[in-house]
């Protein structure tokens, strides 16, 4: 079976999910240079930096009913031309921002109110590009295409902890500070305003075509959701908050958290992250060739054991003072976390049916990633300076996947070749 929408829109829409995830990446991996610009320095920046990103977050789920009921309602096209609209002009704006150099205190709550316009509406984007592409593709490869919208978020990362590692590595500390700091959000706005004029192009849904021919579009798809599909809700939440605290601690955290805990310096947490980057875009296409081959509910097992088993390891090699033992409990940290994201792409979005899709998959998805991806950076922060416990982001995780484990036990396949 061909897919269901030409390969050009299946590539804009997996290949967007770059600038989504190159913001938010952008802010963990820059945290402690914008805890100087925009906090002023001093011990308390970097956690204070790292709780108004947390705080930000929680727009997610606000952003994913809005956006969530205009794809469902109205198509997914016109909700992802919208929030990369959205996205464009914060990342823009941000990259004009003056300094607590400047303005003081002020400085830090303009930055505050654009990563809550970012929050809100990063809430329907990547819930929409699953939407689209699970629609889309396929059902044979919707495991595959699910996956390169994943590798895709990574090559986002990718690109945030280059251009922060370059930018840090090329700029005296005085200038880093002075207008350094603006390129990388300067990046980010081209890259989502070339985005947003290649989504122009991206054909319907055919599912949600569908459904306006047959007037079936729900008036309230939220609702419908809540009340139809709950059990897909609570499914997605599960899967989605492994997904966030693997990624949000075992990658994007991990910079900060050499850093501060003056295992290797800022520059070199930096370039480790680049090679971590690199093999997530490497495992994530293999992970989604095989959950469409063995199924999502074997490869989300799997994934939550090794969750389960590997991150306080990991960290306590981190820490050994040692840059070969940091690269490994770096790589390894991002292979599980590439792995759990491939899957939990198109296995969160095959709990509901394509009436309230969008809806149902951003409330559960959102919400977790509220929960376990923006907060866990800074508890896990909070964590290691009150106990002294460098151990404690694995734990963290670890508790996470042991959570999770029994709702994957008991979740029924969705690959659709091996229902």
């Given at each position: 079976m061909a897919h269901r929408v030409s390969h050009r829109s299946l590539a804009v829409a997996a290949l967007s999910t770059v600038v989504e995830w190159y913001d938010f990446t952008l802010y963990l991996y820059f945290a402690t240079v914008v805890a100087r610009v925009f906090f002023g320095g001093g011990s308390a920046a970097l956690t204070t930096a790292l709780g108004g990103f947390a705080l930000a977050y929680?727009?997610?789920?606000?952003?994913?009913?809005?956006?969530?009921?205009?794809?469902?309602?109205?198509g997914r096209r016109p909700m992802l031309l919208l929030s990369m609209a959205l996205m464009s002009m914060a990342m823009l704006l941000t990259a004009l921002l003056p300094t607590y150099a400047q303005i003081g205190p002020a400085a830090a709550w303009l930055l505050f109110a654009l990563r809550c316009v970012m929050g809100f509406s990063v809430g329907g984007e990547y819930t929409g590009v699953i939407t689209y592409l699970l629609e889309g593709a396929n059902p044979a490869r919707r495991g595959l295409i699910a996956s390169l919208a994943a590798?895709?978020?990574?090559?986002?990362?990718?690109?945030?902890?280059?251009?922060s590692a370059v930018t840090v590595a090329a700029l005296s500390e005085a200038d880093l500070q002075a207008w350094g700091w603006r390129i990388p959000f300067f990046v980010g706005a081209a890259l989502a305003g070339t985005v947003w004029l290649a989504r122009r192009g991206l054909e319907e849904?055919?599912?949600w075509e569908q459904l306006r021919a047959d007037g079936e579009l729900k008036a309230n798809p939220l609702a419908h959701a809540v009340s139809r599909q709950w059990g897909g809700v609570l499914r997605a939440f599960a899967i989605s908050s492994l997904g966030s605290i693997t990624y949000y601690v075992g990658i994007t955290y991990v910079p900060a958290f050499l850093a501060s805990a003056g295992s290797i310096g800022e520059a070199a947490a930096l370039s480790l992250s680049t090679i971590a980057a690199v093999a997530v875009i490497l495992v994530t296409p293999l992970v989604g060739v095989l959950s469409d081959r063995f199924g999502r509910r074997p490869a989300l097992l799997v994934l939550a054991l090794l969750s389960a088993a590997l991150p306080i390891a990991m960290f306590s090699q981190m820490t050994g003072g040692s840059t070969a033992r940091a690269l490994l409990g770096a790589v390894v940290l991002a292979l599980v976390a590439g792995g759990v994201s491939a899957v939990g792409a198109i296995a969160t979005g095959e709990?509901?049916?394509h009436e309230s899709r969008a809806s149902g998959l951003g409330l559960g998805y959102t919400v977790a990633t509220a929960i376990f991806g923006g907060l866990t950076p800074y508890v896990a922060q909070r964590l290691v300076e009150a106990t002294g416990s460098p151990l404690m982001p694995g734990i963290m995780i670890a508790l996470v996947a042991?959570?999770?484990l029994p709702v994957f036990a008991m979740m029924r396949e969705t690959a659709p070749r091996l229902r």
């Amino acid at each position: 079976m061909a897919h269901r929408v030409s390969h050009r829109s299946l590539a804009v829409a997996a290949l967007s999910t770059v600038v989504e995830w190159y913001d938010f990446t952008l802010y963990l991996y820059f945290a402690t240079v914008v805890a100087r610009v925009f906090f002023g320095g001093g011990s308390a920046a970097l956690t204070t930096a790292l709780g108004g990103f947390a705080l930000a977050y929680l727009m997610r789920p606000f952003g994913a009913v809005a956006f969530g009921h205009i794809a469902d309602r109205h198509g997914r096209r016109p909700m992802l031309l919208l929030s990369m609209a959205l996205m464009s002009m914060a990342m823009l704006l941000t990259a004009l921002l003056p300094t607590y150099a400047q303005i003081g205190p002020a400085a830090a709550w303009l930055l505050f109110a654009l990563r809550c316009v970012m929050g809100f509406s990063v809430g329907g984007e990547y819930t929409g590009v699953i939407t689209y592409l699970l629609e889309g593709a396929n059902p044979a490869r919707r495991g595959l295409i699910a996956s390169l919208a994943a590798a895709a978020s990574e090559i986002g990362a990718l690109l945030a902890v280059g251009v922060s590692a370059v930018t840090v590595a090329a700029l005296s500390e005085a200038d880093l500070q002075a207008w350094g700091w603006r390129i990388p959000f300067f990046v980010g706005a081209a890259l989502a305003g070339t985005v947003w004029l290649a989504r122009r192009g991206l054909e319907e849904s055919p599912d949600w075509e569908q459904l306006r021919a047959d007037g079936e579009l729900k008036a309230n798809p939220l609702a419908h959701a809540v009340s139809r599909q709950w059990g897909g809700v609570l499914r997605a939440f599960a899967i989605s908050s492994l997904g966030s605290i693997t990624y949000y601690v075992g990658i994007t955290y991990v910079p900060a958290f050499l850093a501060s805990a003056g295992s290797i310096g800022e520059a070199a947490a930096l370039s480790l992250s680049t090679i971590a980057a690199v093999a997530v875009i490497l495992v994530t296409p293999l992970v989604g060739v095989l959950s469409d081959r063995f199924g999502r509910r074997p490869a989300l097992l799997v994934l939550a054991l090794l969750s389960a088993a590997l991150p306080i390891a990991m960290f306590s090699q981190m820490t050994g003072g040692s840059t070969a033992r940091a690269l490994l409990g770096a790589v390894v940290l991002a292979l599980v976390a590439g792995g759990v994201s491939a899957v939990g792409a198109i296995a969160t979005g095959e709990q509901f049916s394509h009436e309230s899709r969008a809806s149902g998959l951003g409330l559960g998805y959102t919400v977790a990633t509220a929960i376990f991806g923006g907060l866990t950076p800074y508890v896990a922060q909070r964590l290691v300076e009150a106990t002294g416990s460098p151990l404690m982001p694995g734990i963290m995780i670890a508790l996470v996947a042991v959570a999770a484990l029994p709702v994957f036990a008991m979740m029924r396949e969705t690959a659709p070749r091996l229902r």
